[in-house]
């Protein structure tokens, strides 16, 4: 708890620095100095130093966005209004694009590459578990890898859109969840006709034998326990 708490802090000092050095040891040396942190302290709490406090970042945002919607009137939305909003607040958690903007650039290079995947698969999974989802087949799958496609592709938008109250971008997400209602529906069509289901028995079969993963706790790519 104490090094979370600690993290929590070097979080707060480094934002102010990200916008003008990024996810950096500049910005992370400053954040601990501001802080009169022990060096070895925040190598402790933050092994790869600013790398580990933008994982922080991006994972207190989806946390951040489960509160904001737990908070929100969704009792009469339908599922694709419900995941509208759910990738909508989550976008609003941040409040500097900039700061964001960094750290798109930061997980965008080989090197952290695997931590973004791994971040945007969390944000996904948070989503749909806010949402209640309790599928346990290869849909489980399906819904967290379209989903994530939909966030990263409505992130990017947002970083660069100027419109009033970010119009373009919300257009632009109706678009991107219209695409993946429309996989939904021709999925249930495959399944609802006798003529297709017999000529993809093979490939569905196979698929229904894949299942949910039974997680223990710290297994690479499950959202962390809130």
């Known amino acids: 708890m104490i090094l979370n708490s600690q993290k929590s802090n070097l979080l707060t000092a480094i934002l ?43 994972r207190a945002g989806d946390k951040a966005m489960s509160a904001a919607y737990n908070e929100a009137e969704t009792g009469s939305l339908n599922i694709r209004s419900k995941v509208t909003l759910a990738v909508r607040l989550r976008l609003e958690t941040i409040k500097d ?26 944000t996904a999974d948070h989503i749909w578990i806010t949402l209640g989802d309790t599928t346990s087949d290869f849909n489980w799958y399906t819904k967290r890898v379209t989903l994530g496609a939909v966030y990263t592709a409505t992130l990017l938008f947002w970083l660069g859109d100027d419109s009033s109250d970010h119009q373009d971008t919300w257009a632009f997400l109706d678009r991107r969840i219209e695409n993946i209602m429309q996989i939904e529906t021709a999925k249930g069509y495959v399944k609802a006709s006798n003529l297709l289901s017999s000529v993809f028995a093979g490939p569905m079969w196979l698929l229904d034998k894949i299942k949910r993963p039974n997680w223990n706790d710290d297994i690479p790519g499950r959202s962390p326990k809130v």
Not at 41 to 56: C, I, K, N, S, T
């Open 16 to 58: 102010p620095h990200v916008a003008f050095d990024g996810w950096s040891q500049i910005s992370f040396n400053q954040a601990v100095s501001e802080l009169s942190m022990d060096p070895n302290l925040a190598a402790a709490v933050a092994p790869r130093g600013a790398v580990d406090l933008a994982v922080a970042f991006h």
């Open 97 to 122: 694009k900039e700061v964001a903007r960094r750290g798109s650039s930061l997980f965008a290079l080989p090197k952290f590459a695997a931590d973004g995947a791994k971040l945007i698969w969390e």
